[in-house]
């Protein structure tokens, strides 16, 4: 039997669309082991009806894609989940089903592929590298795929760092958020984005946290999804008041995420409260960034896969 811890993560970080990403100090565990015939996929009760538990399932077509990729055909295979990342919710729990399946599905038969390789391939089967390569690597990614191989730094923030994770009680499909972008965007919006881009990451390099909130800021996908979001700009001038250091659509949303460097509970509270006001409950987080990305677990004992 194969364990392998996996975790939740953020893509785009308010202006680095499809490339910025950082991983959470929250997890999936995904059990795999072969068996003599067929396909059994469990999961806990509470996802019933969200989570197929047939060839449909993600973790499943991720492992599958391995085995393909590298010519394994299994006898059967026996999978079990347990899912603490909130599904749909911009919190990549998709992604954490590919990256974590890929592994799962490689440590199974004596590790065919490497790390490159397995990036890689995740990356092209989420069709962006901003979250699946936070959840093989940790930390926080900066990353493109270039002629079939994903180009990447990947970096550490100050310890000072905290996330704020504020996640509604409805579901919004990545695919649904994306559709409702526009093919082609202005001149302006591509250098008011990547100048914010950069500007995040050489602060957070840096250390230059009073750049931050000016640096989340984006024309590329919140403008268009905000819409989806109820009392967005409530919450925005709220976390701008509690002196966070800027707040962005977490992923495809409509998950919200506050970077902060102080006053972590105080803020908590605060926002729990204010946002209690509202139709839709919202539950709030304060999380770490997890440092190390997928582990595979072994007798207790945590072994970080992606060095
Ligand atoms: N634990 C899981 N097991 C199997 N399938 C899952 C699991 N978690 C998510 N999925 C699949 O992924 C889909 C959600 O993917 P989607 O990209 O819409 O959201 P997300 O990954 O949570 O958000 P984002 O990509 O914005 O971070 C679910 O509908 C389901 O098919
Ligand atoms: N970069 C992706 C992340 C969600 O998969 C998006 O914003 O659509």
């Known amino acids: 039997m194969i364990r392998v811890k996996v975790p939740a993560t953020s893509a785009n970080m308010g202006a680095g669309f499809d490339c910025l990403g950082i991983a959470l100090d929250l997890y999936n565990i995904i059990e795999a082991e072969e068996i003599e015939s067929g396909l059994k996929i469990t999961i806990p009760e509470s996802d019933r009806g969200y989570i197929e538990t047939d060839e449909r399932n993600l973790v499943f077509i991720s492992m599958k894609r391995l085995f393909d990729e590298v010519g394994y055909r299994p006898k059967g295979l026996h999978?079990?989940?347990i899912n603490n990342i909130p599904?749909?919710?911009?919190?990549?729990?998709?992604?954490?089903?590919?990256?974590?399946g890929l592994v799962a599905a490689n440590e199974l038969i004596g590790c065919p592929l490497n790390k490159n390789d397995i990036i890689y391939l995740a990356a092209k089967m989420d069709g962006h590298p901003d979250n699946v390569l936070p959840a093989l690597i940790g930390g926080m990614t900066v990353a493109c795929i270039v002629e079939g191989e994903v180009k990447y730094v990947r970096i550490d923030?100050?310890?000072?760092?905290?996330?704020?994770?504020?996640?509604?009680?409805?579901?919004?499909?990545?695919?649904?958020?994306?559709a409702i972008l526009p093919q082609n965007v202005p001149l302006q919006d591509a250098v008011f984005n990547i100048s914010r881009a950069a500007l995040l990451t050489a602060s957070l390099i840096t250390g230059r946290l009073d750049n931050l909130p000016a640096a989340v800021d984006d024309r590329l996908h919140q403008p268009y999804r905000k819409g989806l979001i109820p009392h967005?700009?409530?919450?925005?001038?709220?976390?701008?008041?509690?002196?966070?250091?800027?707040?962005?659509?977490?992923?495809?949303?409509?998950?919200?995420?506050?970077?902060?460097?102080?006053?972590?509970?105080?803020?908590?509270?605060?926002?729990?409260?204010?946002?209690?006001?509202?139709?839709?409950?919202?539950?709030?987080?304060?999380?770490?960034?997890?440092?190390?990305?997928?582990?595979?677990?072994?007798?207790?004992?945590?072994?970080?896969?992606?060095r």
């Open 157 to 178: 923030l100050p310890d000072c760092i905290k996330l704020l994770v504020m996640v509604p009680d409805f579901q919004l499909p990545t695919s649904k958020a994306r």
């Open 79 to 81: 999978i079990n989940l």
């Open 232 to 306: 967005w700009n409530e919450i925005m001038s709220k976390m701008a008041e509690l002196g966070t250091k800027g707040t962005f659509l977490s992923g495809a949303g409509p998950t919200l995420i506050a970077i902060m460097d102080k006053d972590y509970d105080k803020i908590r509270t605060e926002m729990d409260k204010f946002l209690a006001a509202f139709e839709q409950h919202w539950d709030v987080y304060v999380m770490d960034v997890c440092r190390y990305g997928v582990e595979l677990l072994a007798q207790g004992k945590g072994e970080i896969v992606c």
């Open 87 to 100: 599904i749909t919710r911009g919190l990549g729990s998709s992604a954490a089903c590919i990256a974590g």
